[in-house]
């Protein structure tokens, strides 16, 4: 028990990312609404960019600018600094993030114009109708 | 400036691409031969980089001179080198085949359509070139996203089939995202090269079997393994013909060689085929694939949703035959990889030529193509007989690499499940041919000569056709060659 | 015997090949036609070319690619594979100039595809003759199967689907299923597919029960050899045009399936290896319950065709018998079969069709009297059949005198029995067909004045066919040096 919830606080972060994961995995899957599957889906995707801004960080470190003068007469302490790699990363996730939610609202509006509803039950309805 | 070739392959179609979309406002009729121009000069590259790897071993280029685990680098060799060409060449042809049909289905989106089409072939040879598993990543969204807007830009029920693609694709690029997170916890780099080196030391730790799995299952999501394939039947039967000639040919096969990629050139093979001992189950899972997508094609009244399902079916034997885990397996999924893309390029440049002509391409309205497009079933017959696999076709090379890895891994399931599939997709496809052969009007058709009934697509659309069906027979009758060149070499020795 | 690099067998092969864009762009059906016959001459000549050369004890060898380690797609043209390229290059001549006839006198459609299918299927056919492994074997045997399917679909009615689809079903579905995987195991055991004349599996150290089921595997996978109970698909391929059935369920097709079986026997297995194993009395078996079978089903039908098609049935299973025989006068009559059937099976075909032409009878019911009508035609089917019953002075006699010598040699009289009993049966169907063209009268109602014969082409083929069959008795030097030459690569000596 003791261990179980030392795991539990010690890797909140993960705990946090799996949760949020989970969230936006069953969003995707179970709605039945488009746009709460969009949703679900960008949840799915923060959620992975929260894990690795939470990966690259470190407890009491300061951001990774170092400076001349310290440089000068000291060793830089890479514990003080956290790790700016998996951030610069995710600026890149972020794009390709906003890019798909951007694609995926077009095509739901596209979708809502052609057959008047974002309900997938529905849509397949009139497909099958048609 | 043969140095300069791997920046070459992303460059140039990137720079093409923004630059025939720009064009698209200014100029349209600029925009086909300006995107020729810049194809042309990539599938020059690609092919001259592979030339240069078989001369002297493999290119490793590092963009912006920065060193091997912090900066990006794109590693060439006889594996991603062939698969570089294969794309290449076949964006090249589907370039040229597909101006007509686009000409006269998007008249007035020509500039967005090539520009989308240029994005999507920087992104795959992005992804085949790259050596960086982040870098990997953004390309492959890169690729994605313009798939699902071409995919989109079809009629009916496009842009639901593209929506539920952009969710499976989007949970699949996530997981393979989450995997590269978790390899970069426990080793703290990108490269590949450097992963594998330091994976070695870690082959015990829990969180990179986690890793593993992962990226597996993100991969197979991308490339529609079966069972996780339920978005690209749909995606693919309503994408506009002229663009299913470009993404059903290239998306799953350039997946399927990141699999391979990441399988053998990150985690080694010792690791994946031997440490988790799951090269077994996942061979199982592929002969559930190609039984089932066999069996699923059967009930399709649609030529070209029929050929979807035969997309699955050789994605179940190119992932089946590498995890047989030896080197006959493997041989056979590496040349099947290079082979599908042909196969199905020439499968689906056919399947647009009827529907150029056509209304559609459900059994009934083939009825007499025979006599009015010889030559675009002349194309569908050689992919036909390479599916089946029939010799010279190349399809039997590649299936002949597959069954020898079955016997030899002493895998009884997959060999039944290939023969088996190959009979399937002989009557599949000949009763496509029955269809379009048996025609009721065949008691008019004049004595003697035919001819007058001829309404064969244009020329534009034909040659590159025929170009790709001699292809598939070239490809077979080389085969010995670019095995002992090309796959053997890309295959690493601890493979027996 | 030596091996002799040489362009030849690829030229012999791709003649009839290279025809094709003449065959379409040709603006009228003469021009067409020419091209064919010059094809045919063109393809022969090769042929006739290598003869002396292969006669005098070479080889002609050529590799196009090396497709696997130790398996090419290669070319080796031996006595056996030039005798079975002579007798098919040969008789594709006539069929052309039989085609013309017929096709025209029945004023057919699409007969540019015709011919343009016709010139592939003897390709292949010379392909598989001529190939120098079992994987070029497999290769031109496919191309075969699929190049004949637009032959026997010429129709394109609800009839020629369906037998389309049986063809293929068998066809396609035995090499597929059945050869591909045999083939793949004899690679994975001896590590090579070249035809050998001691066989590539005695070191395979496969046990008694895998050879037994490899072998089956193979009897029955090349389908076309139509070895029962896979027999089906031929008399349902009878309808295509004629001359189709002729050449092809006569002679090329059919003739593939069992040189396949031969090659199959004599240089993957080896003969030794069979003797050792037992299975020698498997194919016998097979083949001889084909034999009476298929004979007893020839007795049967009243369709003509048909009748010759379980008659071929029949007749194939000799060539299969002989190959098992495992003696020298055995296999020496399997190869004169292969070349003595073909000429009186293709003669009876002929006859068929042009009766068919000349008076739309099909059935044998319907040709009472009819030898007093077409006396020249009905004459060449008696001299035909028989030539298949084996009665000298025809060439049929010649290949069942030598069965009959391998079954003596080797001391096994069911066998010889059997091809007693078959020969038996062979007249009990071919005769009553003679009788009632001879001896019955002419119905009422039916004009006795004599029709004049199917056109002149029809007419002449047939007739050099079947006086083919006479001369071939007489003259057999050609076809015995041939076989005698294939006997001494399998034995060795």
Not at chain 2, 65 to 94: H, K, R
Not at chain 2, 243 to 271: C, E, N, Q, W
Not at chain 3, 356 to 364: N, P, S
Not at chain 3, 370 to 385: D, W
Request: charged share 10%; glycine share 10%.
């Amino acid at each position: 028990m003791e261990d179980a919830l030392q795991l539990l606080i010690a890797k909140y972060n993960y705990w946090i990312y799996i949760t949020l994961m989970m969230i936006g995995l069953y969003g995707v899957i179970a709605k039945n609404n488009l746009v709460k599957k969009i949703v679900g889906m960008s949840i799915f995707q923060t959620a992975i960019i929260l894990f690795f801004v939470s990966m690259g960080m470190k407890k009491g470190a300061t951001i990774p600018i170092v400076v001349h003068e310290e440089a000068s007469h000291g060793v830089i302490r890479a514990v003080d600094y956290i790790n700016p790699l998996p951030h610069v990363l995710m600026l890149t996730a972020i794009v390709v993030a906003v890019s798909t939610l951007g694609v995926a609202l077009a095509l739901a509006v596209r979708v809502y114009k052609k057959y008047g509803t974002l309900e997938e039950d529905e849509i397949l309805e009139q497909i099958r109708k048609s | 400036m043969t140095e300069h070739l791997p920046a070459l392959i992303v460059v140039v179609p990137l720079l093409s691409a923004f630059l025939v979309f720009a064009l698209g406002w200014v100029k349209r009729e600029l925009c086909f031969p300006v995107g020729l121009c810049g194809l042309g000069v990539v599938a020059w590259a690609c092919v001259g980089l592979l030339v240069q790897v078989l001369e002297s071993g493999p290119v490793t280029y590092k963009l912006g001179g920065w060193e091997a685990p912090w900066g990006i680098v794109y590693v060439v060799d006889t594996l991603n080198g062939m698969v570089l060409a294969a794309v290449s060449l076949s964006a090249f042809i589907q370039w040229v085949w597909s101006a007509p049909s686009l000409l006269r289905q998007f008249p007035d989106r020509l500039g967005a359509l090539y520009g989308l089409q240029m994005l999507f072939v920087t992104g795959l040879l992005g992804i085949t070139v790259t050596g960086d598993a982040f870098n990997l990543y953004v390309l492959l969204e890169i690729a994605s996203i313009t798939a699902y807007a071409l995919i989109a830009m079809g009629e009916e029920r496009a842009a639901l089939s593209s929506l539920n693609y952009v969710f499976m694709g989007t949970v699949g690029a996530c997981f393979y995202l989450l995997g590269v997170g978790y390899l970069y916890i426990m080793t703290g780099t990108l490269n590949m090269a450097d992963l594998a080196r330091l994976l070695t030391g870690l082959h015990g730790s829990r969180a990179i079997q986690v890793a593993f799995l992962i990226t597996m299952v993100g991969l197979w999501l991308k490339m529609a393994f079966f069972p996780l394939h339920g978005w690209l039947p749909n995606a693919y039967t309503h994408a506009p013909a002229a663009l299913s000639g470009l993404i059903a040919p290239l998306m799953t096969k350039v997946m399927v060689y990141v699999m391979i990629r990441i399988d053998l050139h990150v985690f080694g093979p010792s690791y994946s085929f031997e440490k988790l001992g799951l090269d077994r189950a996942v061979v199982w899972l592929a002969v559930l694939a190609v039984v089932m997508s066999s069996v699923l094609a059967l009930a399709q009244r649609d030529l070209k949703r029929m050929l979807t399902y035969v997309i699955l079916m050789e994605v179940g034997y190119m992932v089946g035959g590498f995890w047989l885990g030896n080197r006959s397996g493997m041989t056979g999924a590496v040349l099947h990889l290079l082979n599908d893309v042909f196969m199905t390029l020439c499968a689906f440049l056919a399947v647009g030529n009827l529907l150029y002509r056509l209304q559609g391409c459900s059994f009934p309205e083939l009825r007499g193509a025979f006599s009015k497009m010889p030559f675009t079933m002349g194309g569908l017959v050689a992919t036909a007989l390479s599916i089946v696999g029939v010799p010279p076709t190349c399809g039997f090379f590649s299936k002949w690499y597959l069954l020898l890895g079955a016997l030899e891994a002493e895998h009884y399931g997959f060999l039944a499940a290939l023969i088996f599939s190959s009979l399937v997709s002989m009557v599949l496809f000949f009763r496509v041919f029955e269809w379009a052969f048996f025609s009721s009007q065949h008691e008019n058709a004049e004595k003697g000569h035919t001819g007058s009934s001829l309404q064969e697509a244009p020329a534009q659309m034909v040659v590159p056709l025929l170009l790709v069906a001699a292809g598939l027979i070239a490809l077979g009758l080389f085969s010995g060659e670019i095995v002992s060149r090309i796959v053997e070499p890309a295959i690493p020795m601890a493979v027996s | 015997m030596t091996d002799v690099n040489s362009m030849l067998p690829l030229l012999a092969v791709a003649a009839s090949l290279g025809v094709v864009p003449m065959l379409l762009s040709a603006r009228s059906p003469d021009v067409r036609e020419g091209w064919t016959l010059a094809a045919g001459l063109a393809k022969l000549a090769l042929v006739l070319g290598m003869l002396p050369r292969v006669l005098g004890g070479e080889k002609l060898c050529f590799q196009v690619a090396e497709v696997f380690p130790g398996a090419a797609i290669a070319f080796r043209v031996d006595g056996m594979g030039i005798l079975f390229g002579l007798v098919s290059s040969s008789l594709w001549i006539l069929t052309s100039l039989y085609s013309i006839g017929y096709m025209r006198g029945l004023g057919e459609h699409s007969q540019t595809r015709y011919y343009c299918y016709f010139a592939l299927a003897l390709s292949s056919t010379l392909g598989v003759a001529f190939s120098a492994n079992l994987l070029t074997l497999y290769l031109f045997y496919e191309l075969l199967s699929f190049a004949t399917y637009p032959l026997v679909t010429h129709h394109q009615d609800p009839e020629a689907r369906s037998a389309g689809r049986r063809y293929l079903l068998y066809i396609v579905g035995g090499s597929v299923g059945l050869v591909l995987p045999a083939m793949l195991l004899c690679y994975e055991k001896a590590h090579t597919l070249e035809f050998s004349p001691g066989g590539i599996l005695g070191a395979s150290g496969l046990s008694g029960a895998q050879l037994f089921v490899l072998l089956l595997m193979f009897l029955f996978g090349f389908a076309k050899a139509a070895i029962m109970p896979l027999h089906g698909w031929l008399p349902a391929a009878m309808v295509a045009p004629t001359p189709v059935s002729a050449l092809l369920h006569a002679v090329a097709v059919v003739k593939v399936g069992v040189f396949s079986i031969l090659r199959v026997l004599t240089g993957v297995f080896g003969l030794d290896l069979l003797g050792s194993s037992g299975l020698d009395s498997l194919v016998l078996s097979l083949a001889a319950v084909t034999m009476v079978a298929a004979s007893l089903g020839a007795l049967c039908q009243d369709g003509l065709k048909r009748m010759l098609a379980y008659s071929t049935v029949g007749q194939l299973s000799y060539i299969v018998l002989g190959g098992a025989l495992l003696s020298p006068e055995g296999l020496q009559g399997a190869l004169a079969h292969l070349a003595t059937h073909a000429l009186g099976k293709i003669s009876l075909f002929f006859c068929a069709g042009a009766i068919y032409v000349a008076t739309g009878k099909q059935r044998i019911s319907q040709l009472n009297g009819i030898g007093r009508r077409m006396p020249l035609t009905m004459g060449a089917f008696l001299v035909a059949s028989l030539s298949i019953m084996g009665v000298p002075p025809l060439a049929g006699f010649l290949s069942k005198w030598y069965l009959a010598l391998g079954c003596v040699a080797t001391d096994q009289m069911l066998p010889l029995g059997v091809l007693l009993l078959s020969s038996l049966l062979n007249a009990a169907y071919l005769m009553p067909v003679v009788y009632r063209a001879f001896f019955l009268p002419v119905p009422d109602g039916e004009p006795t004045e004599r029709l004049p014969e199917a056109s002149s082409l029809c007419t002449w083929s047939l007739l050099v066919t079947a006086m083919g069959c006479v001369l071939l008795f007489f003259f057999p030097g050609t076809l015995m040096e041939l076989s005698s030459l294939a006997i001494r690569n399998v034995w060795g000596g």
